[in-house]
């Protein structure tokens, strides 16, 4: 298996409150991404890494920034969580063939 | 046509049948094919890529139609163990840029004694 960590796994959080998901690989690969899974949608792209400092957008990147300041971590930040961004989420590496994190699962309330 | 479309399930198959999925994709410049196998609470896994002149792993099938852009899974002789939900991943290739993978909504399959 890649070794990709993600924490928290389980997080409950209220409405307005930030909240920052952190992805940590040991593989020194260079892409890194962000999806979010929800029932009834296949995984949806949230930001992708290309390297140190560079980022970029996802399909569904409202309400979320990231942050990448070393290689081997990747971090996911909800500014302002939502009651819409109660979700599973997903770190994964890789290029053409991606590799996943465990996962963090996200209630807002 | 939705990007990447699979039939949802789902398949309720007994031990030692055979069973196929299929996939349809929109984009025709399309370039890498996968499949994916999640477990349930679990994180995504590659079962295999799929290559035009089809591939195969074990008991498992894959096929790739460019003209109909259609891809399936075969399984054979299923086991307990598959039951999962399987994922079909396609690639946008758009300008050949990173992070441009779109993953079915999965096909359900579960395999019973």
């Known amino acids: 298996d890649a070794g990709i960590t993600q924490s928290p796994r389980h997080k409950v959080t209220e409405t307005g409150t930030p909240v920052t998901l952190r992805c940590h690989q040991t593989e020194n690969h260079r892409y890194m991404y962000w999806y979010r899974q929800d029932p009834g949608h296949g995984l949806r792209l949230i930001h992708y890494?290309?390297?140190?400092?560079?980022?970029d957008k996802g399909e569904v990147s409202d309400g979320y920034s990231v942050s990448r300041s070393k290689t081997e971590d990747f971090l996911l930040t909800l500014e302002s969580a939502t009651s819409s961004q109660t979700s599973v989420y997903f770190c994964?590496?890789?290029?053409?063939?991606?590799?996943f994190g465990p996962g963090t699962r996200l209630t807002v309330l | 046509r939705k990007e990447v479309e699979q039939d949802p399930g789902p398949f309720n198959v007994p031990e030692g049948a055979t069973v196929a999925f299929n996939c349809t994709y929109s984009n025709s410049a399309s370039q890498s094919f996968f499949w994916y196998r999640q477990d349930c609470r679990k994180e995504p896994k590659l079962l295999m890529s799929v290559y035009s002149s089809g591939n195969e792993d074990g008991r498992f099938t894959a096929q790739l139609n460019r003209a109909s852009q259609y891809i399936s899974l075969l399984i054979r002789d299923s086991k307990l163990s598959d039951s999962a939900t399987y994922l079909c991943?396609?690639?946008?290739?758009?300008?050949?840029?990173?992070?441009?993978?779109?993953f079915g909504k999965g096909t359900k399959l579960s395999v019973k004694p």
């Open positions: 890494s290309y390297g140190v400092k560079d980022t």
């Open positions: 991943v396609v690639n946008r290739n758009y300008g050949g840029s990173q992070g441009n993978l779109i």
């Open positions: 994964a590496i890789g290029t053409d063939t991606q590799y």
